[in-house]
């Protein structure tokens, strides 16, 4: 089975970080991810940058709009996933609790699936 590891972290969090502090958290991910990948249990892992640089789109009959991030109303944002293959829930969440980032943020475990069920 194939799961998806997002990490949602508070906005704003990464302008808190020092410079250093901010290479220290990704080095910890860097490892994190060479570690599931030793493992054979990596599919693909990603940071994605600030939400700032997003936009999102939204389309309702025939009116299309796009908004351009930051989101004022937007508590949270998701900073990175890990694609997993795992061959239980159990052991997503094993491997979650062992991301540095639930230290700083929250990791949403997630089992892929068609989205009708």
């Given at each position: 089975?194939?799961?998806?590891?997002?990490?949602?972290?508070?906005?704003?969090?990464?302008?808190?970080?020092?410079?250093?502090?901010?290479?220290a958290?990704?080095?910890?991910?860097?490892d994190?991810?060479?570690?599931?990948?030793?493992?054979?249990?990596?599919?693909?892992?990603?940071?994605?940058?600030?939400?700032?640089?997003?936009?999102?789109?939204?389309?309702?009959?025939?009116?299309?709009?796009?908004?351009?991030?930051?989101?004022?109303?937007?508590?949270?944002?998701?900073?990175?996933?890990?694609?997993?293959?795992?061959?239980?829930?159990?052991?997503?969440?094993?491997?979650?609790?062992?991301c540095?980032?639930?230290?700083?943020?929250?990791?949403?475990?997630?089992?892929?699936?068609?989205?009708?069920?």
């Amino acid at each position: 089975m194939s799961y998806l590891l997002f990490i949602v972290e508070p906005v704003g969090q990464r302008a808190q970080r020092t410079p250093e502090e901010g290479r220290a958290a990704y080095a910890q991910m860097v490892d994190y991810a060479e570690d599931l990948k030793s493992r054979g249990l990596l599919v693909r892992a990603e940071s994605l940058k600030s939400e700032s640089e997003a936009v999102r789109l939204r389309i309702r009959g025939d009116e299309r709009s796009l908004v351009d991030g930051p989101y004022a109303e937007a508590k949270e944002m998701i900073g990175g996933f890990f694609l997993l293959t795992c061959e239980t829930r159990e052991e997503a969440l094993a491997l979650a609790a062992e991301c540095p980032a639930a230290q700083w943020a929250t990791v949403e475990v997630r089992e892929l699936g068609p989205c009708f069920l």
